[in-house]
């Protein structure tokens, strides 16, 4: 990074998004600075941790040339992910190899909003192949490494954009969350990941409906701020859309001025099925509820009664078939039909599993995610917010969850450690993972807050409280811009 001083990469590295928009607004930093400094960043980091796989620099250097320092994140860079918004001019693999020279030809409405606010995209953060996996290894790419720890996953499906956060190659990168993959790959590295409401962010244009409004876009960021004044910026819907959650009557980072009032928080310390928390977990769990208890809130345990095993095995069984439509759909842009060869083990399973189901099965699965969706809403409507483990275990090794299995039943079977992530994707309810502690060999250990329909605001002041209470931003990785 020589052509970076050192106080410049000091100020970007010790600086969230909205502090170096605010340098930009004041003229003590340009967004040409900033990009020059997350290349550079990049560049030197990446080599180890491979978590930036497509790169578009030039066309960031050329937005930062032209930008006026206007909206919430003006100048700042971030990644996309290389499965989420559609940024015209932007490749889109989604790291399946007969996409590779995918370009997108128009911006979704994510992608408009990201842009309104000033945000400068470098690239696309490194995701498993077409997504479903809660660690990044796709074949197309190679793995991606934890800044903090290399021996353990960085999570996914957004563990690209989660590992370049923490290592302070950029202060924000998007996210998207099918089944835990903005809040995993969160836990997994110490940052704040926010799954906001079903209907919170549009799905439009480019899609009317994913999985349901079981798919949520947003981003991984280290500081709660970031992710309130991020969903300031991107949350809206568009005519017709099929989910429209109640909106606030302040925006959420201006709510963050405010305290929570006490309130009523369950936790859990049993799975709902699977094996025991591990120890660490535990930890970080009841030491969040002592935290908690000093604030003065009412904290009352609670296992969870709903069948979510059950609903689990449904919701696959859902998305076998919506994924299988979405490969078919890929293929046609390629001109050909689907080759076993094109994509990993567990991928085909997961195709021929969609392709191999009748209708009534099919709907007999969507009826039992719906009646999980509303026991969950029934069984949390007691509590103002509910505190689970974002992880059941510690971010696994490196290798672990591999999509070689070809036994689409018996990869399923082993996402115990996520059994509280998918929970409140079919449910729609906003969630959101936060650093609670880290292991004695730096592995981050992560805890959930769940909320009510349409209620971050109440999520993000009480995220933001425990943040004032224990700041982990300033806490740095093994791997990190100096």
């Known amino acids: 990074m020589s052509s970076v001083t050192p106080d410049l990469l000091r100020l970007y590295s010790h600086s969230d998004a909205l502090a170096l928009a605010d340098l930009v607004k004041k003229g003590e930093i340009s967004p040409a600075e900033l990009v020059d400094i997350a290349i550079a960043a990049i560049e030197t980091l990446d080599p180890r941790l491979n978590a930036v796989v497509i790169r578009h620099f030039e066309m960031a250097r050329a937005m930062a040339a032209e930008m006026k320092p206007d909206g919430p994140f003006a100048g700042v860079p971030f990644l996309l992910k290389n499965i989420g918004s559609h940024w015209k001019g932007t490749r889109l693999t989604g790291s399946i190899g007969f996409r590779e020279d995918f370009v997108c030809d128009t911006d979704s409405e994510m992608a408009r909003r990201m842009r309104a606010a000033g945000l400068i995209p470098l690239g696309r953060s490194n995701v498993p192949e077409n997504g479903w996996c809660i660690a990044t290894e796709p074949r197309l790419y190679g793995l991606t490494l934890n800044p903090w720890n290399e021996a353990v996953t960085p999570g996914g499906s957004s563990g690209g954009s989660a590992a370049a956060v923490a290592a302070r190659m950029v202060p924000l990168a998007e996210a998207s969350d099918g089944g835990g993959s903005i809040r995993v790959p969160a836990s997994c590295c110490g940052l704040v990941g926010l799954k906001p409401s079903r209907g919170r962010i549009t799905y439009g244009p480019p899609e009317a409906d994913i999985w349901f409004g079981s798919v949520y876009f947003f981003a991984v960021t280290r500081t709660v701020r970031d992710s309130a004044a991020f969903l300031d910026a991107t949350a809206g819907t568009l005519p017709g859309d099929p989910y429209i959650p109640p909106t606030p009557d302040t925006s959420w980072l201006a709510g963050l001025a405010d305290r929570p009032r006490l309130l009523s928080i369950g936790y859990t310390l049993t799975p709902p099925w699977g094996p025991a928390f591990a120890p ?29 095993e059950k609903a689990w095995i449904d919701y696959n069984q859902v998305n076998s078939v919506e994924i299988a439509r979405d490969l078919d759909a890929q293929a046609d842009w390629a001109g050909r039909a689907l080759r076993q060869d094109d994509i990993v083990a567990f991928n085909w399973a997961q195709y021929q599993r969609g392709h191999s189901q009748s209708a009534t099965t099919f709907s007999a699965a969507v009826d039992g995610i719906r009646r999980a969706n509303r026991a ?52 729609g309810l906003p969630a959101i993972s936060l650093p609670a502690a880290w292991t004695d060999d730096d592995v981050p250990v992560g805890v959930q807050l769940v909320g009510r329909y349409g209620d971050e605001a109440t999520l993000l002041r009480l995220a933001a409280h425990i943040e004032e209470a224990r700041p982990w931003i300033q806490r740095r990785p093994k791997h990190c811009v100096e």
């Open 280 to 308: 660490e977990v535990v930890a970080a769990l009841k030491d969040t509820v002592a935290l908690l208890e000093a604030f003065g809130h009412n904290l009352e345990e609670h296992a969870f009664t709903t069948d979510l």
């Open 376 to 427: 969950i809403a029934t069984e949390l409507a007691p509590f103002d917010a509910f505190l689970t483990p974002t992880l059941t275990q510690l971010p696994r090794p490196v290798g672990y969850w591999d999509m070689n299995e070809p036994d689409f039943d018996a990869y399923i079977a082993r996402w115990t450690d996520a059994a509280f992530m998918f929970a409140f994707n079919i449910s």
